[in-house]
């Protein structure tokens, strides 16, 4: 198979992650090679809050393989849209 591009990956690894947890995508926030294929990490907003300051949100870790199949994924963290990482 072709080489996958980063934007592809990025968008396989988003679009079924929303099928799978039910809950919309806000965007992909890193991809990196690994020795089975790419890890893509993607926010999502799993609680919608108004403020938009208080919606819950979600930091995941979905796993590729080399032909952009999604093998994996895990919730790294939750937390408010407001709150800053140090």
């Known amino acids: 198979m072709a080489e996958l591009s980063l934007s592809k990956i990025g968008r396989l690894a988003r679009d079924e992650l929303e099928e799978l947890v039910g809950c919309p995508a806000e965007g992909v926030t890193g991809i990196s090679k690994t020795d089975h ?50």
Do not use: F, I, K
């Open 37 to 86: 294929g790419w890890t893509v990490q993607v926010e999502v907003l799993e609680v919608g809050r108004v403020p938009e300051t208080t919606d819950v949100m979600a930091g995941y870790e979905v796993s590729v393989d080399s032909d952009g199949n999604v093998t994996g994924y895990r919730r790294l963290r939750r937390y408010l849209r407001a709150e800053v990482e140090a």
